[in-house]
């Protein structure tokens, strides 16, 4: 169910992000997921001072909340994220299954301040060769075993 | 500096995602990271075992790479994936910085065993309001508050 107001949900993610920054705890971003209206789990950026690229304030939040709820599924549940999320954290939203997202910030806005992901989009929609980072491919034949014994293998949950 | 042989690295990564699966820890996935050609970490699919949706492979692998060095940046590595990486993990490749990238099985091998990512790079590169999860933007003005605090703070750590 969507949340019934998502602006007070975005201002107080907008509150967390400022004080992320002025904390000195990471970036200025901050993200919150909801379920029936209660915020079940909230993120900040902590790439730096967790020395992990992933840690963006969507997939901190997206964690924390499939950990509360003991699920690798968020179905029902809202993002409501300081900014646009970036295309790494935007997988993240489609592999959990939310059901929205809403957002303030716009990748435009985040770029003016040094942000920028656009590159990324960019590099994302590209066919693999003409990639800035090389992409090749070694092994096919042999790479096909493991979805052998997933097939395989009875007891396998799917996601 | 890249891998002298990505053969040999791939087909230890092939043996790790079949291993992942016959043990029940996980989907059909595994992939290295490695540095001046040496494994500093390695990572499998865990979705269903760690209750994360961000737990693919790749980002296991470059999360525990990023702590082993306690860098979030990894310049001067470069990840061998078992398979060609879906776009959350694309993401994550250009945020740490790798170099290079090595997969063995492609987007079309891993769809016909039902892992299919193709549809998450068509949202991507849609128009946000075109694609399937709904995306609506409030409080622009408001979001600009965060980077406000970002620039004006003087121990700012960029990434």
Redesign the interface.
């Known amino acids: 169910m969507s949340s019934p107001d998502?602006?007070t949900h975005?201002?107080d993610a907008?509150d967390l992000?400022?004080e992320?920054?002025?904390t000195?705890r990471g970036?200025?971003?901050?993200a919150l997921v909801v379920q029936d209206g209660t915020v079940i789990a909230q993120g900040t950026n902590r790439?730096?001072t967790?020395?992990?690229?992933?840690a963006h304030a969507e997939?901190v939040a997206?964690?924390q909340a499939?950990?509360a709820?003991?699920?690798?599924?968020?179905d029902g549940c809202t993002l409501h994220a300081?900014?646009?999320p970036?295309?790494?954290?935007?997988?993240?939203?489609?592999?959990?299954?939310?059901?929205?997202?809403?957002?303030?910030?716009?990748r435009e806005?985040?770029a003016?301040?040094?942000f920028d992901?656009d590159h990324?989009?960019e590099?994302?929609?590209a066919p693999?060769p003409d990639r800035r980072?090389?992409?090749?491919?070694?092994?096919?034949d042999?790479?096909?075993?493991?979805?052998e014994?997933?097939?395989d293998?009875e007891?396998?949950?799917?996601?």
């Not at 007891?155 to 996601?159: K, P, T």
Request: charged residues 20%.
């Open positions: 998502p602006s975005l201002q907008i992000a400022v992320n920054v002025k000195g970036g200025p971003f901050a790439v730096t967790a020395s992990d690229p992933t997939i997206i964690r499939c950990d709820q003991d699920d690798f599924r968020l300081t900014c646009e970036c295309p790494m954290c935007l997988g993240a939203i489609y592999w959990a299954r939310l059901d929205q997202v809403y957002y303030a910030a716009t806005d985040a003016a301040a040094g992901d990324i989009y590099e994302l929609c693999p980072v090389p992409m090749t491919q070694h092994l096919r042999a790479a096909q075993r493991p979805f014994a997933w097939l293998y007891d396998r949950v799917e996601y």
